[in-house]
């Protein structure tokens, strides 16, 4: 079974810096996107960044461009999400996702548990 193992939350101040891993074992398909997810108390979830394991293009949601940045390493199956400029909006709990197709056309869709980042002075 795919896992996906996320660290790196906690707490920061406005202005400040984390940065998110997502370590991800498993994966027996190789078309596949990674990315971060998040959810603040009271509203929905929303896409944060992910980024396509076959040409490395990344997509990043509207409220954190430019502040936020992903990166992978294949070699370690992890996934990064630097973010910068932290507002209290950030507030919220981050979840790492997958989702890919296999050879036999088979879509996958795995969440990882979610780290909690609190932005706050």
């Known amino acids: 079974d795919v896992q996906l193992q996320a660290s790196g939350g906690g707490l920061v101040q406005p202005g400040g810096s984390l940065s998110l891993s997502c370590a991800a074992s498993g994966i027996t398909f190789d078309d596949y996107a990674i990315g971060w997810f998040r959810q603040a108390p009271g509203k929905d979830r929303e896409m944060v960044s992910c980024?396509?394991?076959?040409?490395?293009?990344?997509n990043y949601g509207d409220s954190v461009k430019g502040r936020f940045t992903i990166s992978g390493d294949d070699a370690k199956n992890t996934v990064y999400l630097q973010m910068d400029s932290l507002k209290p909006e950030d507030t919220a709990v981050y979840y790492c996702?997958?989702?890919?197709?296999?050879?036999?056309?088979?879509?996958?869709?795995?969440w990882g548990q979610g780290t909690l980042v609190t932005v706050s002075s």
């Open positions: 996702a997958i989702e890919g197709t296999d050879d036999y056309g088979n879509y996958h869709n795995y």
């Open positions: 980024i396509s394991r076959s040409d490395g293009t990344t």
